[in-house]
């Protein structure tokens, strides 16, 4: 049987928005909202938040909140999530069977019900990694190279990621929308990985194409591991700016007006 545990990675450096996880949602921190909607998923059997400031452990003590304390030298929040899973998860544990759920930061109004999708693609003992996908539903992201485009093949597992639009279309009709003419899948930022393979992959070397498209998830793929992907229909509310928390408040006003 498979243990799930979700661990929220969170700095307090970032160069678009220092203090990031602590800045205020209506009543609450944003690390607090991440926390208690990834906490309602009912797969896991724990969440922590991992960080190296002091700032963010005790806000999340003073939530009651579970935190672990990580090294400040982290080249990416995956080996920040590793090194919390490997203070919580005991040394007898099976590590095929133990599931580390990576869950962004920055997504304060996350669907517990996705992280749930997700610890259900482990009962297929040969998912290594998993995460999620939706259809594109405009051009404007297809084009823009902070959306994350996915390639899958026959069997739903990752041939692909990039900033680029992914395939070219050779021939399309140029009246109609291109994300009409062709399936794109874009990449929803949470992982999850067993804790055997987390291990492992986080001892790999950057790879080529993850440095020329600065995404972590190509150099697992260059080194052979498969990264099983699903599609659901959640879009995100990622925040990576001050003002996308005013973006926020026109699409959740419930939460800044209770």
């Known amino acids: 049987m498979n243990t799930f545990y979700g661990i929220i990675p969170a700095r307090y450096d970032s160069t678009r928005f220092p203090g990031k996880p602590l800045a205020a ?7 607090q909202w991440v926390f208690e909607n990834s906490a309602k998923a009912s797969f896991l059997k724990d969440v922590y938040v991992a960080t190296d400031d002091v700032r963010i452990e005790k806000a999340v003590q003073n939530f009651q909140g579970k935190v672990l304390m990580t090294g400040k030298e982290h080249p990416s929040g995956t080996d920040r999530v590793f090194e919390a899973a490997s203070q919580i998860i005991p040394a007898a544990s099976d590590k095929n069977s133990t599931i580390i759920i990576n869950i962004q930061g920055d997504e304060p109004f996350i669907d517990p019900d996705i ?3 997700l610890c259900r693609l482990f009962d297929n003992e040969e998912v290594q990694i ?9 051009d404007k992201d297809i084009a823009s190279a902070t959306t994350i485009k996915v390639a899958l093949s026959k069997k739903n597992e990752a041939l692909y990621f990039s900033r680029s639009q992914i395939p070219h279309l050779r021939s399309f009709d140029k009246q109609k929308e291109i994300h009409n003419q062709f399936p794109f899948k874009q990449h929803i930022g949470i992982y999850a990985y067993r804790f055997s393979v987390l291990e492992e992959i986080t001892k790999l070397e950057p790879s080529d194409l993850e440095k020329a498209e600065s995404l972590e998830q190509l150099r697992w793929i260059e080194n052979g591991y498969t990264i099983h992907v699903a599609n659901t229909n959640y879009k995100g509310h990622s925040v990576d700016v001050p003002e996308d928390i005013n973006n926020l408040k026109k699409i959740f006003p419930e939460y800044f007006n209770g």
Do not use: H, P, W, Y
């Open 25 to 31: 949602i209506g009543a609450k921190s944003m690390i």
């Open 130 to 138: 998993a995460t999620l996908v939706r259809d594109f539903d405009n």
């Open 115 to 117: 992280i749930d999708q």
